[in-house]
T-cell receptor, first 109, second 116 residues
Framework: GQQVMQIPQYQHVQEGEDFTTYCNSS?????IQWYKQRPGGHPVFLIQ?????EVKKQKRLTFQFGEAKKNSSLHITATQTTDVGTYFC?????????FGKGTRLHILP | DSGVTQTPKHLITATGQRVTLRCSPR?????VYWYQQSLDQGLQFLIQYYNGEERAKGNILERFSAQQFPDLHSELNLSSLELGDSALYFC???????????????FGPGTRLTVL
């Protein structure tokens, strides 16, 4: 079936280091959303990308949508302890939303 | 606080039983989504309702059913429960207006279901 693969599954970084998570789809996506879930919390919307090759920035976070609309990435510059959590991508295919399994980010002080 | 409420917060039940999870969307949102989150499967889209009608179906088992009522709250019914149904169940709502593109979803705090 349709899948959105997200890597890595886990990432440990030192505070201040950069972090990147990647999503890849076997199918062209209408759009992709990114969510963050803090430990014990619920997913919180970060951003939506719609256009091929789109790049959006939110402070230290940079989101990209691939030219073929099959992949996306989230890059965090100079991580902080507040960045801890699991980052999910969610791609729309037709009328379905397919979430990646998430990347759990641990920050080492 | 997302504005989406879910009850109960926790539910412990036995195999073979039936439970109902309830969700109230944000004020004004017509669309409700249900998700199952388990450790090994991540976040699985189950079903979407828009203004009382089922709009999209994901990986929802036949033992599960949902509905959205005229006041826009939604219920997810899980029957003939199995151990593997133990998971966190999230409801989300959005200002989706029936077009082709989904938009930002607001998630509730979830209901943790434990099947013993």
């Amino acid at each position: 079936g349709q899948q959105v693969m997200q890597i890595p599954q886990y990432q440990h970084v030192q505070e201040g280091e950069d972090f990147t998570t990647y999503c890849n789809s076997s199918t062209t996506l209408s759009n992709i959303q990114w969510y963050k879930q803090r430990p014990g919390g619920h997913p919180v919307f970060l951003i939506q990308l719609v256009k091929s090759g789109e790049v959006k920035k939110q402070k230290r976070l940079t989101f990209q949508f691939g030219e073929a609309k099959k992949n996306s990435s989230l890059h965090i510059t100079a991580t902080q302890t507040t960045d801890v959590g699991t980052y999910f991508c969610a791609g729309q295919v037709g009328d379905k939303i397919i979430f990646g399994k998430g990347t759990r980010l641990h920050i080492l002080p | 606080d997302s504005g989406v409420t879910q009850t109960p917060k926790h539910l412990i039940t036995a195999t073979g039983q039936r439970v109902t999870l309830r969700c109230s969307p944000r004020s004004g949102d017509l669309s409700v989504y249900w998700y199952q989150q388990s450790l090994d499967q991540g976040l699985q889209f189950l079903i979407q309702y828009y203004n009382g009608e089922e709009r999209a179906k994901g990986n929802i088992l036949e033992r599960f059913s949902a509905q959205q009522f005229p006041d826009l709250h939604s219920e997810l019914n899980l029957s003939s429960l199995e151990l593997g149904d133990s998971a966190l169940y999230f409801c989300a709502s959005s200002a989706f207006t029936g077009g082709w593109m989904y938009n930002e979803q607001f998630f509730g705090p979830g209901t943790r279901l434990t099947v013993l």
